[in-house]
């Protein structure tokens, strides 16, 4: 691996190529991750639980809606809370308290005697959602080499997709009755292996330098650093950036030098969702029914979605650090478009004959594989790369928050927009979508691949045009 510094490409190769990144670097990324696993199976399990648990529930049409979507409510509320707690007490002891969170949700929600229960139990595990998809990715930027941070961070989202893989094979294989409770209970397990793995890790570097522990993190950067890196002159990097702005609030969100990073931020998870991947995902069986699919093709839909998902991220695990980010997004989303495109199309045509049913399943997992290498791989990196220092915590809880509400948004509009537009006219306002992210990433995001978090910041602080001060530099 190349030897870190804050300027890569002043690095000398030589001695880059020789240095090995530590296992540890590999473990805090991956336990760390676990969060992510719990985010994946918590938010996918509902649509496996939700067919035994109306029954045993009573739930009317209405309570499943809210047993569905109040997850996401909790979402937000925990993405706003947990930046400002991350900034407050650390990146380390608040995705503990998440893992705490996540246990206290999975247990009750399996044992729930009702529906108000169970909505209470949803929400509680939407706090410990928000929070892991808002302060893991910031850790494991804080934490990686710039060289692999890439990498190391789309794990995340991997992760997010092996957890909805896992959710859906419970939901097919617990499928009988009581057998939601079992789900739902199932979540403890990887909950509890994240709290007592996090106790065995380091905090953060970058806000132990800017609490003043430059001992602390000289401690944790060696020990997350090849052997012979200039540890000093990253410290002294960290410093110089932390020390011009003291950490700030939401009120230092509005200063004009950091506007053009939030919104890239808020862009691409605004764009995340109004892509359509989670109306896709969260209405796949009735799609497919649609197009003449019998009910066994449709239970076994959640799988080949999970499927897909987990290879996108594989994918994009590689892609990132290999093309870059701004190039994989550029590369793939066309795809995305085109592939959602040709689903609206296959909808127009009447009858439903065989090449059409064929064309609406291929299409629908060739724009899983496309929007999750392209979007989806990206959405969580992006933000924490590019959100200066002094303002990551509560940029990066509205960038998250953002994410899950549109993808609310999304969740409660999506069938309306098929009964008033039709099935074709709604894809085809998703693919849509997908072409305006491409012109947005065209003319706003920069390529941040193998810079340091604080080149980046000051391309930013330089002013004009952060793309192409950050391209140029």
């Known amino acids: 691996m190349p030897e870190l ?3 890569p490409r002043r690095a000398d190769p030589g001695a880059g ?3 090995r990144v530590p296992a540890a670097v590999y473990a805090v990324s991956g336990v760390s991750a676990l969060g992510g696993l719990l985010f994946g199976y918590d938010t996918g399990i509902i649509s496996g639980a939700l067919l035994h648990l109306r029954e045993d529930l009573h739930l009317t049409s209405r309570e499943q809606e809210i047993v569905v979507s109040v997850i996401l409510l909790g979402a937000m509320a925990g993405a706003l809370l947990s930046g400002r707690l991350a900034v407050r007490h650390g990146r380390r002891r608040i995705v503990v308290a998440v893992a705490v969170v996540f246990a206290v949700g999975a247990a009750a929600a399996a044992v729930a005697p009702g529906v108000g229960t169970l909505i209470a139990a949803r929400f509680v595990l939407g706090l410990a959602v928000g929070g892991a998809s808002n302060v893991v990715p910031v850790y494991i930027a804080e934490v990686a080499p710039a060289r692999i941070r890439g990498r190391l961070m789309v794990l995340f989202q991997l992760m997010v997709a092996t957890g909805q893989l896992i959710a859906y094979l419970c939901g097919w294989a617990l499928s009988g009755e009581g057998g939601w409770r079992v789900m739902f209970a199932l979540a403890v397990l990887p909950a509890v292996a994240l709290g007592v793995g996090m106790l065995f890790l380091p905090e953060s570097p970058r806000w132990l330098i800017e609490r003043g522990m430059t001992d602390r993190a000289r401690q944790v950067l060696t020990r997350l650093r090849p052997a012979g890196t200039d540890v000093g002159r990253e410290i002294r990097e960290i410093a110089e950036v932390a020390a011009r702005v003291p950490a700030g609030g939401w009120r230092d969100l509005r200063q ?3 506007r053009p990073a939030l919104l890239i931020a808020v862009g691409i998870a605004a764009f995340s969702q109004l892509t359509g991947i989670n109306a ?5 069986p009735t799609i497919l029914v649609d197009a003449g699919f019998g009910d066994s093709v449709a239970l076994l839909t959640g799988v080949g979605i999970g499927v897909m998902l987990v290879v996108a991220g594989v994918v994009g695990a590689v892609a990132v650090d290999r093309v870059g980010r701004r190039s994989t997004m550029l590369w ?4 995305s478009a085109l592939a959602m495109a040709v689903m609206a199309l296959a909808f127009l045509g009447a009858g439903g004959s065989a090449a059409q049913r064929w064309t609406v399943i291929v299409a629908l997992f060739a724009y899983i594989l496309f929007n999750g290498v392209g979007m989806q791989a990206v959405v969580w990196l992006i933000g924490p790369e590019i959100l ?7 940029a990066t809880s509205l960038a998250t928050v953002t994410v899950w509400g549109v993808d609310l948004l999304i969740a409660v509009t999506a069938l309306t927009a098929i009964e008033t537009i039709g099935r074709s006219g709604t894809f085809f306002v998703y693919a849509l979508m997908n072409v305006a992210c491409i012109v947005f990433v065209l003319a706003k995001v920069p390529e941040t691949r193998g810079r340091s978090l604080e080149s980046i910041e000051r391309a930013l602080r330089r002013g004009g045009t952060f793309r192409k001060a950050l391209d140029g530099s």
């Open 280 to 284: 896709v995902v969260y209405y796949a």
């Open 332 to 335: 793939f989303l066309p795809g």
């Open 388 to 394: 200066p220092l002094s303002v990551r915590g509560p």
């Open 256 to 258: 004009r030098w950091v």
């Open 5 to 7: 510094t804050a300027e």
């Open 17 to 19: 190529a020789r240095a």
